[in-house]
């Protein structure tokens, strides 16, 4: 039989019930978001006179909490409208509902008895065969089974999201003892291919994968930072970005998540795993309960590790806390030589053998940071998984790793690793000696573009499963690769399709990316079926080189310039007017030149989480590769019989003009970045290179023929012109926008009404690119402009002069 989702109930509205609601509501499934009635009338109610026993007041919960959720920042959903397809009620009036649904999960309190409760009224209305699921993050499958019908059991197993569910991937299938293997198949598969998450099978034990081993990491921390004296900015410069982790690093991290919610799994692991060699590393430090008993628990009280207070002029600064006095006092850049060794090394992955031979405090933190890492995931195996690589999954997608522990300890050598772990005083695990004595110097190998995995029971190494779906380029790269310079690796990726992989700083597109490009449709056209332009970095482009642009017009080099400018819009038309299928696969930051690179693809399939548009104005220019005549002929392609033409036109305007970013490849649609019928959304980004490819050769397999120059733009010259240069003129008066503002707009103006022609006339796609170089290139020399490049380059933000 095959299972398909198309109803979910989701019972419990807070924090994480509503995020998993509006997460399947993105997935366009229809969502049924329950909670409990209110015992109690608040003031507003009391003052219109309602009762109990209206249904607004009933619902007040799950409204409250769902309108809550929707409203917050970052946005658990892809688009506000999706909230249409959820709908709410109450435990007491609605739960009968449930009988029609095909998944319902449970999302309340962390107590048994409450959850038990639940299931039983769960059992009384659900139909057989119906997915249960829990939420819960600690309580065992077996207590909470208790009780349960044989159908309920068989159906029954923990899936758990991690907050917030839209962002964070991963997805731990844990199932029940009774639990029938089809349905673990099923919620492993869904996770991946419908949610868009990394699934990992877990076992049943205390905290599961990811926060067994995450809050270990920071446990070991909280013990270290006293241990080596470090200040708590020197803690998050060395967990941070340098070695792949998130910005927030550590302290911020849990002054975000919350220091109760830290502490309430760091107990739970205490309490129920008397046997691990690390117990006592579970208990918390003196400044940890001092923080605890001063509510001191991060954002949601204003202050934890760090604290943001009003200085004297009026501005806002950052404390942070002297974990030996417990006062705050102003936050202090930390550095360190070893880091510097590490400056010019892209890659995280290569800067873990470097890191560990520094001679300060910063190496000497990471050999025994690493070492008891390393010490505490191989005694994991098999307890709470049985395959190494699933808890290297866990921790990038649960916790935001760029590397999983494993992959660290390859990265610095195994044997190194055991060097590290014997001068802390810790032993190898019998298999990583077993595995070493067998010939096998390290825990992953890439055999025929897979990833193969040191297998504890098969005692060799194993094809890590559900590659198939997946192109992995790192894997590919050496093996595959047709071409390449310092901007571009082009690595074909069978069946007659290339791929043209960035490899510049932050993907820029610079002059060698362009080259890149351009050979590569050069060898597209003349061997193969198609091209895909995608990477697996963190962005996909953050858009031109601007550093090339500003140095250009600094040395008043505008003939340069020009060329520059010309080679990127020449560039941009031989990715639509080629004589294969290009596909662009955006994903990540999708600015400027990488959206109008995106625009200019035959087809463009995006990541959900793309964050993309066209932002040259923060910059000081209009966008100059293609993208504000791509929008004109947006527009005119738009126009329909008896539509307000200039008002159609309005919108692509403010679209640039407003330096609009969607903030889901879904919002792109509303601003015509993307297109609808032809450009295609992933959940999952894993997928995404597989799925291009997949539509180049659909593309090339249909019968691909090379487009006609377009010469049929509408433009509305002097008519849209004036209407624009008002608009600006109010907008500057009313000190909406600066006088440079009013530069930027008007020559974006000119551009996009077509120059001051007399009439609506009909022109080219060369005509509007002319027009708008030469924008471009006037803008790059203004005084005002460079101040906002360079400005740009020195704090990566905007400047409004």
């Known amino acids: 039989m095959i299972r398909r989702i198309k109803k979910v109930a989701v019972i419990g509205s807070g924090?994480?019930?509503?995020?998993?609601?509006?997460?399947?509501?993105?997935?366009?499934?229809?969502?049924?978001?329950?909670?409990?009635?209110?015992?109690?009338?608040?003031?507003?109610?009391?003052?219109?006179?309602?009762?109990?026993?209206?249904?607004?007041?009933?619902?007040?919960?799950?409204?409250?909490?769902?309108?809550?959720?929707?409203?917050?920042?970052?946005?658990?959903?892809?688009?506000?409208?999706?909230?249409?397809?959820?709908?709410?009620?109450?435990?007491?009036?609605?739960?009968?509902k449930i009988k029609d649904f095909d998944w319902v999960i449970e999302v309340v309190v962390e107590r048994l008895d409450i959850k038990q409760k639940v299931f039983e009224q769960i059992e009384k209305y659900r139909s057989p065969g119906t997915l249960i699921t829990s939420n819960t993050s600690g309580i065992p499958i077996s207590f909470m089974n208790e009780g349960r019908s044989e159908d309920f059991r068989k159906h029954f197993a923990v899936t758990h999201f991690f907050n917030p569910p839209r962002y964070l991937k991963l997805f731990e299938v844990v199932p029940g003892p009774d639990c029938k293997q089809e349905v673990t198949d099923f919620l492993m598969m869904y996770g991946e291919k419908f949610l868009g998450k990394t699934s990992v099978l877990a076992k049943d034990t205390p905290a599961f994968i990811g926060n067994r081993i995450g809050i270990f990491g920071i446990q070991s921390l909280f013990h270290q930072v006293k241990e080596m004296g470090l200040t708590v900015e020197e803690v998050d410069k060395l967990t941070g970005p340098v070695i792949g982790r998130p910005k927030s690093a550590t302290f911020r991290?849990?002054?975000?998540?919350?220091?109760?919610?830290?502490?309430?799994?760091?107990?739970?692991?205490?309490?129920?795993?008397?046997?691990?060699?690390?117990?006592?590393?579970?208990?918390?430090?003196?400044?940890?309960?001092?923080?605890?008993?001063?509510?001191?628990?991060?954002?949601?009280?204003?202050?934890?590790?760090?604290?943001?207070?009003?200085?004297?002029?009026?501005?806002?600064?950052?404390?942070?806390?002297?974990?030996?006095?417990?006062?705050?006092?102003?936050?202090?850049?930390?550095?360190?030589?070893?880091?510097?060794?590490?400056k010019t090394v892209d890659k995280v992955i290569d800067r873990f053998p470097i890191?560990?031979?520094?001679?300060?405090?910063?190496?000497?933190?990471?050999?025994?940071?690493?070492?008891?890492?390393?010490?505490?995931?191989?005694?994991?195996?098999?307890?709470?998984?049985?395959?190494?690589?699933?808890?290297?999954?866990?921790?990038?997608?649960?916790?935001?790793?760029?590397?999983?522990?494993?992959?660290?300890?390859?990265?610095?050598?195994?044997?190194?690793?055991?060097?590290?772990?014997?001068?802390?005083?810790?032993?190898?695990?019998?298999?990583?000696?077993?595995?070493?004595?067998?010939?096998?110097?390290?825990?992953?190998?890439?055999?025929?573009?897979?990833?193969?995995?040191?297998?504890?029971?098969?005692?060799?190494?194993?094809?890590?499963?559900?590659?198939?779906?997946?192109?992995?380029?790192?894997?590919?790269?050496?093996?595959?690769?047709?071409?390449?310079?310092?901007?571009?690796?082009?690595?074909?990726?069978?069946?007659?399709?290339?791929?043209?992989?960035?490899?510049?700083?932050?993907?820029?597109?610079?002059?060698?990316?362009?080259?890149?490009?351009?050979?590569?449709?050069?060898?597209?056209?003349?061997?193969?079926?198609?091209?895909?332009?995608?990477?697996q970095a963190a962005n996909f482009s953050v858009g031109a080189n601007i550093g090339m642009i500003f140095m250009m017009a600094v040395e008043q080099e505008y003939d340069e310039l020009n060329m520059a400018i010309k080679m990127f819009q020449n560039t941009m038309m031989r990715m639509r007017y080629s004589s294969?299928?290009?596909?662009?696969?955006?994903?990540?930051?999708?600015?400027?030149?990488?959206?109008?690179?995106?625009?200019?693809?035959?087809?463009?399939?995006?990541?959900?989480?793309?964050?993309?548009?066209?932002?040259?104005?923060?910059?000081?220019?209009?966008?100059?590769?293609?993208?504000?005549?791509?929008?004109?002929?947006?527009?005119?392609?738009?126009?329909?019989?008896?539509?307000?033409?200039?008002?159609?036109?309005?919108?692509?305007?403010?679209?640039?003009?407003?330096?609009?970013?969607?903030?889901?490849a879904y919002e792109a649609y509303d601003y015509g970045i993307l297109q609808k019928g032809k450009d295609i959304v992933v959940v999952n980004k894993d997928r995404q290179i597989a799925e291009a490819k997949k539509h180049a050769l659909l593309l090339a397999e249909a019968g691909y023929t090379q487009p006609i120059h377009r010469k049929d733009i509408k433009v509305l010259g002097k008519q849209a012109l004036g209407m624009f240069l008002v608009g600006t003129d109010s907008m500057e008066a009313g000190n909406y926008i600066s006088e440079h503002d009013k530069k930027i707009a008007n020559k974006l103006a000119y551009v996009m009404a077509g120059g001051d022609l007399s009439e609506p006339t009909l022109v080219s796609e060369q005509y509007l690119l002319d027009l708008e170089r030469e924008a471009f290139l006037s803008l790059c020399t203004e005084r005002k402009t460079l101040e906002r490049i360079q400005h740009m380059l020195k704090t990566g933000k905007p400047l409004r002069n």
């Open 253 to 342: 991290t849990v002054d975000v998540v919350g220091l109760d919610t830290l502490v309430h799994v760091a107990n739970g692991i205490y309490e129920n795993c008397p046997d691990d060699e690390a117990h006592e590393l579970f208990k918390l430090p003196a400044f940890i309960q001092t923080m605890m008993d001063n509510k001191w628990l991060g954002s949601k009280t204003n202050q934890g590790f760090y604290k943001k207070v009003k200085g004297d002029n009026g501005k806002s600064e950052i404390l942070s806390l002297d974990l030996d006095t417990m006062d705050y006092s102003p936050s202090k850049k930390a550095k360190f030589a070893t880091l510097e060794l590490t």
């Open 580 to 664: 294969i299928p290009t596909i662009s696969a955006p994903h990540g930051m999708t600015l400027g030149g990488g959206c109008e690179l995106s625009m200019h693809a035959d087809k463009v399939i995006a990541a959900a989480e793309t964050y993309i548009g066209l932002v040259e104005f923060g910059v000081g220019v209009i966008p100059g590769g293609g993208g504000s005549k791509e929008m004109t002929l947006r527009a005119s392609d738009t126009f329909r019989k008896n539509d307000v033409e200039l008002n159609v036109l309005q919108e692509y305007f403010l679209t640039i003009g407003m330096a609009k970013v969607a903030t889901s």
């Open 355 to 535: 890191l560990i031979t520094g001679k300060d405090k910063a190496g000497e933190f990471y050999r025994k940071n690493f070492a008891s890492m390393f010490a505490y995931v191989q005694n994991r195996i098999p307890e709470i998984s049985d395959e190494l690589y699933r808890i290297d999954d866990a921790m990038k997608a649960g916790f935001g790793w760029e590397n999983g522990p494993f992959e660290i300890w390859d990265a610095v050598g195994v044997e190194k690793g055991i060097e590290l772990m014997k001068a802390e005083n810790l032993e190898p695990a019998p298999w990583v000696t077993e595995m070493l004595s067998k010939g096998f110097k390290s825990f992953y190998t890439v055999k025929e573009g897979a990833t193969h995995y040191y297998d504890i029971t098969a005692k060799d190494q194993v094809k890590k499963p559900g590659q198939d779906a997946f192109i992995i380029l790192d894997n590919i790269r050496k093996s595959k690769e047709v071409w390449k310079n310092s901007g571009v690796v082009v690595e074909d990726l069978g069946d007659g399709i290339l791929n043209v992989e960035f490899q510049s700083k932050m993907n820029t597109i610079g002059g060698d990316v362009l080259a890149g490009l351009n050979k590569a449709i050069d060898l597209a056209e003349k061997e193969y079926q198609g091209l895909v332009v995608g990477n």
């Open 15 to 96: 924090i994480m019930g509503s995020g998993i609601a509006c997460h399947f509501a993105n997935i366009g499934v229809e969502v049924l978001l329950l909670d409990i009635v209110p015992r109690e009338l608040n003031d507003k109610e009391k003052a219109k006179g309602l009762t109990l026993e209206n249904k607004a007041v009933r619902n007040r919960i799950v409204n409250d909490n769902l309108t809550t959720a929707l409203k917050s920042k970052p946005s658990p959903i892809y688009h506000q409208k999706f909230a249409n397809r959820i709908s709410t009620g109450n435990l007491e009036d609605d739960l009968k």
